[in-house]
């Protein structure tokens, strides 16, 4: 992974947007251990519409672009319960925080 997969990555900064709905996602994840995928994705859908991505596709290209370093990816409600919900916050505060984008 760190030889042949993670040079291929291009994570980016957020927009203000895209910023405050990955913050209103890490705080929706809180406590929501032992969900599973569906309940999960439900949980983006329900961030991603309550932002007012249109069309919601832009929020999904959002996580994946910011958290993932790709341009498309898995279902995200998968990753979380494959990753853990822990794990995925600390993912997306470590976006926020400006961690995962290399300086130029």
Sequence with gaps: FIDEVLPTKTFRAPTDK???ALQDLHDQLAGKDG???KA???I???VGNAHTFEPLRDWFGAIYGV???AEQGPRFGSFIALY???ETRKL???ALAGKLVKAD
């Design 40 to 42: 999960l994705q439900d």
């Design 92 to 94: 997306i505060a470590d």
């Design 84 to 86: 853990g919900v822990e």
């Design 67 to 69: 958290l993932l370093g």
């Design 44 to 46: 983006v859908y329900a």
């Design 35 to 37: 969900l599973d995928a």
């Design 18 to 20: 895209e910023r405050a």
